[in-house]
């Protein structure tokens, strides 16, 4: 299902990641239309099961995790626009969970939210379609109440990568970076210190860093690129809290894409952040001289309050090594400079504005609770939503279901349009986000995607609904 062989032949060492492919027995054998699939849709089933595993995450030791079929980070899913999706999700953990298809536009009852838990034993079939238009990096991860920064620590998420048949990129070698880290004990199993210990009280404020980085798992790890090559990285940010400032050694990227796909063109950046749950899809130029090597790094960043700042926070981290191979450079392929078109939503349609205040635990005031309705939208309603972050911590705000676009940022107009699920609201700033509830009534979670503080009840319910009551 890898639709690039380079990227199969490539020298990140992709061992703990596999694709959808060696989950679907034979995807020809589901082109047959069943029942609820449109007659031409693909049909895409395979099975997840989260269950606890022992594996080793850093070398010599074992950790007990939970896992998606035995995996950290869990199985990639490989899907194409249009593709009708089935999931036979089986909970073998000793706890409620859910899947959770972060970033997707599908039916309120399949978003794997809080609402929907799974009981421990128990089963789910999560199904969907894919849309046209919805081609980009998204990931999956539990989000059962109170309790995905635990299960997302212990090793449950993954990435789904969607592809359109018409990328514009689809001769460009592609690698998948999920970035994530953890925090150990000696002997290797994972350090979770009890919420009103010394560190459990600065994971709580900070949300829970490690100083264990990993790339697809591994520590470190290294891609091979041939001087004069053009590699598409989408990485995915599946950490808690920390925040990534990317900077690739000598090296600038071209973004082409962020959380729900291509930009319309390519913007040149020499470094990139990525808050927690947000996607990019970057071009590296192999500029370098065969033989040479560059490093990823994540550059300081001062997310924090100045009471639980970590001690190091301002060392930069290596991520990973591009290695480049010995052979003579090739010849550089020509970039689209057009990748798609992105329609501006309508401000002149937009009929409710509100306003979403993220102070520290805490949206507009109140925790998160289960049974309260927080906002009303109409079905079809063109909104514009202006976030404000009235506290000295960075707070990255994610909006369940519905793709959105951001308008400004205090006050300044976004330069390029972009669909995003995700955006992160620096200290005392504020973010005005439009966004069109087309479809999928039902309720929907918003929250700060620091994932302590989203257990902890910095969350809210959007209810969708034909009447907007
Ligand atoms: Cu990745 Cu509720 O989110
Ligand atoms: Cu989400
Ligand atoms: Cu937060």
Redesign the pocket.
């Known amino acids: 299902m890898f639709s690039h062989p380079q990227s199969l032949a490539s020298k990140l060492r992709l061992a703990k990641l596999t694709s959808l492919s060696a989950l679907v027995a034979s995807s020809a054998a589901f082109v047959v239309a069943s029942g609820h699939a449109r007659p031409t849709a693909r049909v895409v089933e395979l099975t997840l099961t989260a269950a606890p595993s022992r594996l080793s995450l850093v070398p010599g030791e074992s950790t007990d995790v939970f896992a998606y079929n035995g995996q950290v980070p869990g199985p990639t899913l490989e899907f194409r626009e249009g593709d009708h999706v089935v999931i036979h999700f089986h909970n073998d953990l000793p706890e409620a969970t859910t899947i959770?298809w972060?970033g997707l536009h599908i039916p309120a009852a399949m978003d794997g939210s809080p609402l929907e838990p799974v009981k421990p034993g128990g089963t789910f079939d999560y199904i969907f379609d894919v849309l046209p238009g919805s081609a980009g990096t998204y990931w999956y991860?539990p989000?059962p109440d109170r309790d995905a920064g635990y299960q997302v620590a212990k090793g449950l998420y993954g990435a789904i990568i969607i592809r359109a048949a018409g990328d514009p990129l689809a001769a460009i070698p592609e690698k998948l970076l999920v970035l994530s880290d953890n925090r150990f004990l000696p002997g290797g199993n994972l350090d979770l210190p009890p919420p009103d210990s010394p560190q459990g009280e600065i994971d709580e404020e900070n949300g829970r860093e490690g100083p264990v980085l990993f790339v697809n798992g591994q520590i470190m790890p290294t891609i091979s690129i041939r001087s004069g090559e053009v590699q598409r990285w989408r990485v995915v940010n599946a950490s808690a809290a920390r925040e990534y400032r990317l900077a690739l050694t000598g090296h600038e990227f071209l973004q082409v894409g962020t959380d729900g796909g291509l930009f319309e063109r390519p913007v040149p950046v020499s470094e990139m952040m990525l808050a927690p749950?947000e996607r990019v899809e970057l071009l590296v130029r192999a500029t370098g001289a065969p033989g040479s090597r560059a490093v990823l790094r994540t550059m300081p960043y001062d997310r924090y309050v100045p009471q639980t700042r970590p001690a190091d926070w301002n060392v930069p981290r290596d991520l990973l090594t591009l290695q480049y191979t010995g052979e003579a450079p090739v010849e550089p392929v020509v970039l689209p400079t057009r990748l798609r078109a992105i329609p501006a939503l309508d401000t002149t349609k937009v009929t409710v504005r509100r306003v979403i205040v993220l102070s520290q635990g805490l949206i507009n005031g109140r925790m998160m609770d289960m049974h309260r309705v927080d906002e009303h939208a109409r079905l079809g309603a063109t909104e514009i939503w202006q976030i404000e972050n009235v506290v000295g911590m960075d707070h990255p705000f994610?909006l369940?279901g519905f793709q959105f676009q951001v308008l400004d940022r205090n006050g300044v107009p976004e330069p390029f349009r972009a669909w995003k699920d995700m955006v992160n609201v620096p200290k005392h700033e504020r973010v005005r986000i439009i966004v069109r509830f087309d479809d999928y009534p039902g309720k929907w979670?918003y929250?700060c995607?620091i994932l302590t503080h989203?257990d902890h009840g910095m969350m809210g319910i959007l209810a969708v609904t034909p009447t907007g009551r």
């Open positions: 959770h972060h991860h989000h749950g994610h369940h979670m929250h995607h989203e």
